[in-house]
């Protein structure tokens, strides 16, 4: 069951709860929502299960929204596109008049429409510092269609103004071109630690790519391959959380696969699959085992085997013509993104009070549980999910790139085995906390007597899952969570108010 808390309270107890992991907190708040659908919505994922709060906040999000939270899971700073406020919801130091010009000044304060307009990635080797990568945009001859022309850089410095950050670098401009609107993604170089950012030059086949050390932002790599892409309408684009593969689905330009190499960072065997059901927009997002590729096409979801996509696609929702009833908008399926819980969230493309949610990415077909409208977000949020990359991909031990690859998987394999349980002890629900990891882990819980209660495969990358023990008898349980070779086992109590 999702919680909700007292907005009054929420920082305070994100700040001070510690359930004994502290490593995967980057991505764990979620910040949509706009003042006049009812406030902000922080969909927090550092507790052991998802928490809903909404607190009227100074900033709008409008399909644009990155956030960077530190290892704790306490929010640093956020940005719509337009400014960028710190962890007091104030205007960071020098955060006012992003991407400047007469789209920003019309639309700062709603927030950018914009999907993926903007991507947060850390310095690297430098934990304290952030390259924040956002576009700025004209408007057409027709006066309301936007063209991105340039992909700006501004530099954030946490250790700056009492640790509320201020931007030390603003609207640097690394790339002038007819851009995607949107559609920003990035993914780790396959040492470890560095980064490549990927983006498109419109109604063309060409990519930039650029590289990210810790000697700074090298000069773009480019590429011509596969179909021209045109971008009809908002779309997205992902890498799988392996990061073996870019995607991106755009409704006049279908879907394109591509193999990445993380190493070189060269695009390979284009495969370009037809969708062509009248959307108008939609969204994209793999499963955490990076086996599926999910595409939401406004009145549709498809699901596709990455192997072999060309002859899997299969169509898991069809819109149910659900909507909000307060105003009555109809939430059909836009953008998607993977969570640290495993699932993954669909936003509607209105602005309604609900979220889709597939609850198990990793499963064919039906069985990846896809609910629509299954999440009530309390206030309403428009278009919006979060732009995040896979920040907890590590080094690829199969690569080239061994040199510093081996100095960070050997520090990564000293790192401790944390696991945490919560409440203890439990009635309904038992909540798990663990650090991400890249491979498939299993839950079991045993009773006093050692026989095996239930199993459970937890994803790839993920940092919590529930439990549902409301049906087990009141006593003292063992839960194992197991890596491999490598386990670790906490004991709960089961309590029945009726006992």
Known sequence: MTKFLNPFLFLVIVFYLNFGVKAQGISNNWILGYYGGGGNIIMNFTHDSLILDTSIWKMNFLDLSSSISNSHGIIQFYTNGGWIANANTDTMLNGSNLAPGPYSSQWSHDGFRIPQGAIIIPFPGDSSKFYLFHETVTFDSSGFVVVPLQLLQTNI???????????????????????????????????????????????SNLFYKFL???????????????????EGGPGQSCFSPDGKKYARYMPDDDLNIYDFDRCSGILSNPIHIPINDGAYSGGIAFSANSKFIYVSSFNYVYQFDAANPTTSKDTIAIFDGFSDPNPPFLTYFYQAQLAPNGKIYISAANGVHYMHIINHPDSTGSACDLVQHGLFVIANNAFTVPNYPNYFLGADSGSVCDTLQLSIKQSASLAPFKFSCFPNPAEDDLNLSFEPRSKVRVIEIFDIYGQLILKQNISPWSQMCRIDVSKLKSGVYLCKLSEGSNSKSIKFIKTNISD
């Open 212 to 230: 990210i050390t810790s000697q700074g932002i090298q000069l773009p790599d480019t590429q011509s391959i596969g179909s021209y892409l045109n």
């Open 157 to 203: 410095d946490m250790t700056l103004d009492n640790g509320l950050g201020a931007v030390t670098v603003k609207n640097n401009i690394i790339l002038s071109d007819s851009l995607f609107l949107g559609g920003l993604t990035a993914c780790k170089h396959a040492n470890g630690r560095d980064w490549w950012l990927v983006t498109n030059r419109t109604h």
